[in-house]
């Protein structure tokens, strides 16, 4: 006997919630968890078996800026498929650079994880009509409720993404164009046509009002732009299809190639934080639940798709919609910098850390990170004089070296790094007074702290 079709809908879902199950015990377990002690705040919902829920758990960790008495949206950073990448989800919200970005904004910043068995079926939360988007908006009510910001459920989103981040990134585009401010698109990105090879994914509708959406499409030079024959090969020619469905029809989205990368995230931070701030500052209403605003196009900058120079739109000698689409001539100038050798520059030091205390010979600190640049490092000051530099090296295998490192989807490692330091050379019994000097990763540094010794309480 043929089961009918409504019986074969019904099924696979059970399927895939079972084989996801099975492949989750195999798995070590999600359990190292950073610590989600106000500001920060989590939510953890279980695997559905429902047709159309979401068959894998999954964890929302949410920062809400000290303070702040009304958010004015969500900064969503997404991390991509597989365990691995899964897992580093769990420190998004950690991030002390994303941080700085949603703070100026006065936004909240939200890192989902999934819990996706190695080997599963990531589309079955990187599609965002597998389950995914009615989860991540049943967390923004549910956070709401715990941090004391109910609004959190109807604010705008501004998304970034990496690889099966940046196909749910640009599904929510889709899907709900009147409530994200912007999308970055680091590798992956939505189909808009059906791809023979690729069956497994299922093509997006593209609404009018996506086209109103900024979106930046971000793969490595080392995805199929420069190097074919890979492993990520057909990330670029999917960016490509992507984007010129989009530009063609007047979309307001732009390309830039990483020239150093592969699959990685490499140091696209540094273009991607500038960008979402522009289009933050343009795009998020005054008055907290009022309607996105429309991105102005009267200062577009315009640049060949995988070139090296940008140009005001006015001024093209080309087919503007076959061009990638910047905002104004600030970002115009961070991404020729970014698609040059991602050497984006800044002139302005990083903030001074605060509430320096020391403890005998222990010392800690709390700082902000550098919305331009981030944050590399601290510079310990005894009596005046240089005593260490915090961490001794700044590790990040993937690009810049950074405070807080960085694992493969661009979030922080754990245990989270303190900022902590011991003096094991202090003489014992003599009072020492200790500066802390914060250092942004272009090497700029901070005014130092006032001066702190044993006991203080500044």
């Known amino acids: 006997m043929i089961p009918s079709v409504a019986r074969i809908v019904w099924t696979i879902p059970l399927l895939l919630v079972a084989l996801a199950t099975e492949l989750l015990a195999q798995q070590p377990p999600y ?19 429902e047709p159309g829920e979401l068959v894998y758990p999954v964890n929302y960790t949410i920062w809400i800026p000290p303070n702040v008495k009304q958010l004015r949206g969500v900064i969503v950073h997404q991390h991509g498929c597989g365990t691995g990448s899964c897992k580093s ?12 970005l949603a703070k100026k904004h006065d ?40 941090s004391g910001h109910p609004e959190l459920a109807s604010l705008p989103w501004a998304l970034w993404g990496h690889s099966g981040g940046g196909h749910w990134a640009g599904g929510m585009v889709m899907l709900h164009p009147e409530r994200v401010a912007a999308a970055w ?27 109103q959406v900024p979106v930046m499409c971000n793969p490595g030079t080392k995805e ?15 960016n490509e299809a992507f984007f010129y469905g989009v530009r063609g029809k007047g979309g307001l989205i732009g390309v830039a190639v990483d020239p150093l990368t592969a699959h990685e995230c490499g140091n696209q931070r540094y273009m991607a934080i500038a960008w979402l701030d522009a289009c933050l500052s343009v795009r998020l209403p005054k008055i907290s639940g009022d309607p ?3 991105m102005s196009t009267d200062n ?104 807080q490192n960085l694992q493969y989807s661009d979030t922080p490692t754990q245990p989270l790094v303190p900022m902590q ?24 540094k901070s005014k130092p702290t006032a001066d702190s010794v044993a006991g203080d309480t500044r």
């Open 421 to 444: 330091f011991t003096d094991t050379k202090a003489e014992s019994g003599k009072k020492h007074a200790y500066r802390v000097i914060a250092v942004n990763t272009i090497g700029l």
């Open 300 to 403: 577009s900058w315009l640049a060949p798709v995988a070139g090296f120079e940008a140009v005001l739109a006015a001024k093209y000698d080309g087919d503007p919609l076959k061009a990638a689409w910047l905002p104004n001539e600030s970002i115009a100038g961070t991404w020729m910098q970014y698609v040059k050798d991602t050497k984006v520059t800044d002139r302005t030091p990083p903030p001074p850390p605060t509430n320096l205390r020391v403890h005998g010979n222990e010392l800690s600190w709390e700082a902000e990170a550098d919305l331009e640049s981030g944050l590399a490092s601290f510079i310990i000051e005894r009596d005046g004089q240089f005593l260490a530099n915090v961490p001794e090296e700044g590790k990040n295998r993937f690009g810049r070296p950074i405070f």
């Open 185 to 211: 698109l680091r590798s992956g990105v939505p189909l808009l046509e059906p791809n023979p090879e690729r069956p497994d994914i299922k093509a997006h509708t593209l609404p009018d009002a996506a086209l």
């Open 89 to 100: 989800g769990l420190t998004g919200a950690f991030d002390l650079h994303w941080q700085a």
């Open 224 to 238: 199929g732009v420069t190097v074919k024959d890979v492993r990520f090969g057909r990330v670029w020619p999917a």
């Open 107 to 146: 936004c909240a910043l939200l890192g989902p994880s999934y819990e996706q068995p190695d080997g599963a079926d990531c589309q079955m939360w990187c599609d965002p009509r597998n389950g995914s988007s009615a989860a991540f908006q049943e967390c923004l009510v549910d956070l709401g409720a715990k």
């Open 31 to 49: 359990d190292v968890f950073p610590s989600a002690a106000p500001p920060y705040y989590r939510v953890r919902y279980e695997a559905s078996a």
């Open 292 to 294: 996105l605003q429309p």
